[in-house]
């Protein structure tokens, strides 16, 4: 299919791009690297009038430190942060779950911000920001806000961004521990296909090897990603033994109500998540425990 009839117009800056926003009255997306956006647009499930586009807006794309955080902007290409010195050492889990996304013509024109907006349950970056607690942030107008990364997604390409709001910047925590490890797992038909079930963890461990601090989130299992903050409580002071692990993956997805379609069943997303839940944890303390790099 094609998609339906548009026009174009580039923004010269982000008071450009919101004030041609504003003037669509509903009827305007801002398009970066387009990856997200058009394939839908292609299938006749997002058909707007008019198409911004941001992508060469200098002030959204950049990844820099700032105090205890990340903060990267809106329209930096995926490609970037897979080798990014910063990203690499202070969040190797965004590092980690890159690979993994697409192919490599689609990480280079894909964006940190389209992939965020279009809220995809399968998506890896959607599923870093929740499980680290990272905080979205745009702007509407001349106002600014910011939305926990755990309230940002409400559903399959749905979320809490202002409708005329363009999503700016994510601000990610970063760990001060020095024995940090991560975990990423999912499983798809195919290579670069989107997730059935998918799986991250990050964790951080005391001087005697136990436990000090866990984050794990599962994705494309329910219509947003989710963080198990059960889990992460279950484990700290112990040393992540596969069945304590198990244990308090099944428990915490107990109360949880997976996704059902054609790609797959309830069931079979409910099993894998924990065996992918148990992979990521392991993998983890395994590479905090060793002392090994947090990005292979």
């Not at 005329?164 to 798809?188: D, K, M, N, Q, Y």
């Not at 964790?203 to 219509?223: F, K, P, Y």
């Not at 797959?264 to 993998?283: E, K, P, S």
Request: contains cysteine.
């Amino acid at each position: 299919m094609i998609p339906t009839e548009f026009d174009y117009q580039r923004a010269s800056s982000l008071d450009d791009a919101l004030a041609k926003l504003a003037a669509a009255a509903g009827e305007g997306k801002l398009l970066a690297g387009g990856h997200s956006l058009l394939p839908l647009m292609k299938l006749r499930l997002s058909e707007p009038k008019l198409l911004i586009d941001i992508a060469r807006i200098p002030d959204l794309a950049y990844i820099r430190r700032e105090g205890e955080s990340v903060v990267i902007g809106a329209t930096t290409r995926q490609c970037l942060l897979e080798h990014d010195p910063i990203v690499r050492a202070d969040l190797p889990l965004l590092a980690k779950v890159i690979p993994f996304i697409g192919h490599a013509p689609t990480r280079a024109r894909g964006t940190v911000g389209g992939s965020l907006a279009n809220a995809d349950p399968a998506a890896e970056i959607a599923l870093v920001t929740v499980t680290l607690g990272a905080t979205l942030y745009y702007r509407e107008g001349s106002a600014t806000g910011g939305i926990p990364a755990s309230e940002f997604f409400v559903g399959p390409m749905m979320t809490t961004l202002p409708a005329t709001a363009c999503l700016t910047a994510v601000r990610f925590p970063v760990w001060s521990e020095s024995r940090v490890g991560v975990g990423f797992h999912e499983i798809s038909a195919r290579q670069s296909d989107f997730a059935f079930a998918s799986a991250a963890a990050q964790l951080a461990l005391d001087a005697s090897g136990r436990c000090r601090r866990v984050a794990l989130g599962i994705g494309a299992v329910t219509m947003v990603p989710l963080r198990l903050d059960g889990v992460a409580k279950a484990l700290e002071g112990t040393r992540a033994d596969e069945a304590v692990v198990r244990a308090a993956v099944i428990e915490a997805l107990a109360s949880v109500d997976p996704m059902d379609d054609l790609h797959a069943t309830a069931a079979y997303r409910r099993r894998v998540a924990v065996t992918l839940a148990v992979r990521a944890v392991t993998d983890a303390y395994k590479a905090a425990a060793s002392g090994a790099s947090h990005v292979a």
